[in-house]
């Protein structure tokens, strides 16, 4: 089946430290890739996405690139503040009748001055 | 931000109660979701619409029934409320144009947190 796997939070950073958020995907034929980003009390919000293999998104300093020999799509960032504060959700979409997301568990980060 | 609204933002119920949320866009998008967030579990789509009087089911509709009589409004009914229905639910919408080529994005609402006591 369809699956997304995201490492276990929460995870603590100090400000400037370097972030990479793992996420692992299983999916039948080729998947977009997102990353969506949820504020405290807010919905969720697109950070970045990727559409084909070796593809990169980025959005404010985040990146990630589409690796389908790894099936991953891992989030990084070089340099965190304390306003990336929120949790992180990487999902996939499945092409049917107007696209499903699947999505991993969500990851935690909370960055400290 | 994308139109979306959704109401009410918070409820309280009790169990065996009927319960309806409302999602309301002013994007004219083609499709609409009713997701449910729970801690460990990320967000699972309930049911979706393609079109109007165009609904299916998601992983989690068991429960559930979705109604959508116009292209601005779905609506997502608890037929019965139970506890295990407490959650936070948010809608999305995509215009569906993009398929297969740049990707479709969804967007979300700001959320319901329903409480069934």
């Known amino acids: 089946g369809n699956s997304v796997t995201q490492m276990e939070g929460p995870v603590t950073l100090s400000e400037e430290a370097f972030l990479t958020i793992n996420c692992t995907y299983t999916?039948?034929?080729?998947?977009?890739l997102f990353w969506y980003v949820q504020y405290p009390g807010e919905g969720l919000q697109l950070l970045l996405k990727?559409?084909?293999?070796?593809d990169k998104g980025s959005n404010k300093g985040f990146e990630a690139t589409y690796r389908k020999e790894t099936t991953s799509f891992h989030l990084e960032k070089g340099s965190v503040q304390v306003s990336d504060s929120a949790v992180y959700f990487c999902?996939?979409?499945?092409?049917?009748?107007?696209?499903?997301?699947?999505f991993g568990q969500g990851t935690e980060l909370s960055v400290k001055p | 931000d994308a139109g979306i609204t959704q109401s009410p933002r918070h409820k309280v119920t009790e169990t065996g109660t009927p319960v309806t949320l409302r999602c309301h866009q002013t994007?004219?998008?083609?499709?609409m979701y009713w997701y449910r967030q729970d801690p460990g579990h990320g967000l699972r789509l309930i049911h979706y619409?393609?079109?109007?009087?165009?609904?299916d089911k998601g992983e989690v509709s068991d429960g559930y029934s979705v109604s959508r009589s116009k292209t601005e409004d779905f609506l997502l009914t608890l037929e019965s409320a139970t506890s295990s229905q407490t959650s936070v639910y948010f809608c999305?919408?995509?215009?569906?144009?993009?398929?297969?080529?740049?990707?479709?994005?969804?967007?979300f609402g700001p959320g319901t947190r329903l409480l069934v006591l």
């Open positions: 999305a919408i995509s215009d569906g144009s993009n398929r297969g080529t740049i990707g479709e994005t969804q967007y």
């Open positions: 999916a039948t034929g080729y998947p977009s």
């Open positions: 990727a559409t084909k293999a070796d």
């Open positions: 999902a996939l979409l499945i092409y049917n009748q107007g696209g499903k997301l699947i």
């Open positions: 994007e004219n998008h083609r499709y």
């Open positions: 619409s393609y079109g109007v009087k165009d609904t």
